[in-house]
């Protein structure tokens, strides 16, 4: 009797520690959800003001500018429809260029300039990142502008 | 014409298999024995077959036959000849290949190794093995050929992906391959012991070193691609939590369950459907991982897709074996039975628990991995799970199963007390208590996940000197020397491994508490002192390498005035593809890494520079090498060598 009341004992603590357990699992899941906007959504207001999220497109042609000292850049990112600017500190990945496609991931400043703290771009020249394919789909399929690069 | 007889042999290899695969399986229903006898040459002409079929392609590729698309989209006449070989596993189609050439080199092992069990048991072994094959031989056949001719034949090939060309690229897939494709073994067993309704000690003594064998495999695989990551991708970092990298950490994870689990069911016949369901789960994550990488489908769902009879298949396959193997489990599991009982304290319900420990952990990696997959399938928007979540969960849920691996290898089978418990292992706690806080203060910089990470590193590195000296104590020999002789390799290799994984922890933590990283401007000419360290930047020079060109970037670095090192990081251009390389350099060290790599070069020969000084990285990829080490302790063990002669087992002695 005693051995069986401390087996259901154990047995209650098992799934109460597991009930914890998912619990924060899953709110720690979802607050480390990255979500994905497009440069449209970003200009009419449609991301999230605080917090990280995503945004990918092409790097517009002339839009990068170096700050003279130190690592900092800054670029705009486009979807063809709409454009945003992006700012970040450190050193770009290798197949980031002008006209091609890119994925930064950060937040909205006070002044509406997005700060990447990461940014992506893919080893090889003709592969683009999926979220940046998606966003130039979207706007293709809103405009029916052409995309200047594949 | 040698692709053709690649071509060939990979059919006649998928006959063969199918005789492999039903045969056998129809001889076990039947209980006729001459089927059943047919097992072990079919699995060997498939496996010749299979391997005359990688050798022709592996000649297509030595022999730059870029009439062979797949040669013509993965190579290229100037890569090196090394590469060149190497790049049949560079793309989907070798990479299928690689998997069916391995799971082969798996099948011949077991054919020689059969003979000593009985012929019902090992002609299903043999057979499940074959019917592994099939499906993978058919996914090859008719929706991967990598024989497939491109007419007219290309000038030249589209070269392998820069990124792979590198020593670490030319090892990792093969011995990742050997760990995922080794977990059919123990799958295989399992599935056999189901349907012969069988499952006892010996069959655990049975299944252990396969499994331990490809656990081995699988660590070493995936600390390489740890390694290759941190010294290839150029930025410092040693694992992404990416989904590639989470594909192979998942079985991992279930493997390493499943180890602990084969040595209770070894040891005291318990845990036995648990064991066998914990076989169907490592290999079923080994087949989602290897499709997860190869399909395409991290890349774009959409890509996948495009091409429905791949994706298609590939469900197909996985809902069969896995949901094929869980049915059966569901139907025959109460043959196989419970296994003993054991009290709630006792070694059984602490490996017990780190087994469910090490589920819940695979388990929160494949939430994280496939969620936001399935959120972008459904049209419902691209997400992406960030590290954070995987940092966080993954510690909080690992921290408690680490304080139980201290207590687990001292603990007593079947039932132990917690006051004996504490007493056995109170020094270990005070003495690792006191280091976590002495090191951090010594080291200036003391954190809650410094304290944390260092609390249980030492904890476990104590407790494997604890569990040494109770196991020296309890000898009855006379002189030190033949109480260490006394113990059992495998006894050694469980100590070895867990002494790894406090040594890989020691340089997690260390790393992510103390490692500096800079991103700077510097003028040809211009020092920086990085924490202690002084980087001399000389200017950059053009050099030619056989496939590509580079910028090659020098730095000076000192410490007070004497000379560490001259690190060379390279800005390489690969033509073919048009693909741009960060090359780090990096001098290596016990204590501490220094790291250089090339950004941009900015105006006036001034680059811009990144540099890390990464304290005890190594220490990770030598923790992972002591846990590998420990697998081998284990298989060299004398217990597994006389299987055959010694069915019947008496009182163990782990």
Redesign the interface.
Known sequence: MKARH??IA?IVAGIVV?AI?AT??LN??R??????FTPTQVVNGEAPKEG?F?VGGLVENGSLE?LS???QVKFKVTDTAKTMQVIY????P??FKEGKGVVAQGKLGKDGIFEADQVLAK???N?MP??A??ALAKAQKNNAYQPKAK | MIPEIGHFSLILAFLFALIQGTLPLAGLAKNNSMLMNLAVPAARAQSILIAISFLCLDYAFYANDFSVLYVASTSNSNLPIIYRLAAIWGGHEGSMLLWVSILAIWTMAVTFFAKKLPLRFYSTLIAVMGLVSVGLLMFILFTSNPFERLIPAAIDGRDLNPLLQDPGMVFHPPLLYMGYVGFSVAFAFAIAALLDGRLDVTWARWTRPWTTAAWIFLTLGIALGSRWAYYELGWGGWWFWDAVENASFMPWLVGTALIHSLAVTEKRNAFKAWTVLLSICAFSLSLLGTFLVRSGVLTSVHAFASDPSRGMFILLFLAIVIGGALVLFALRAPTVGLGEKFEVVSRESLLLTNNVVLIVAAGSVLLGTLYPLLIDAMGMGKISVGPPYFDAVFVAIMAPGIFLMGVGPVARWKKATLPELATKLRWALAVSLVSALLVPSILGKLTLMIFVGLLMAFWIISSVFVSLRIRLQASQKDTLLDKFREITPAFYGMLVAHLGLGIFIVGVTMVKGYETEQDLRMQIGESVNVRGFDFRFDGVKPIRGPNYVAKQGSFYVTKKGTELAILTPEKRLYPVQGAIMTEASISAGMLRDLYVSLGEELEQGAWSVRIYIKPFVQWIWMGALLMALGGILTLIDRRYRSISKNLNIEGAST
Request: proline letters at 3%; aromatic letters at 12%; hydrophobic letters at 40%.
């Open positions: 401390k087996r154990m597991l357990a924060l699992l720690s899941f607050s480390n959800l990255v979500f994905f990280n995503r170096r000292s130190g690592t500190t450190g050193i770009l290798d197949l080893h090889d020249e592969y999926p979220e394919a998606d």
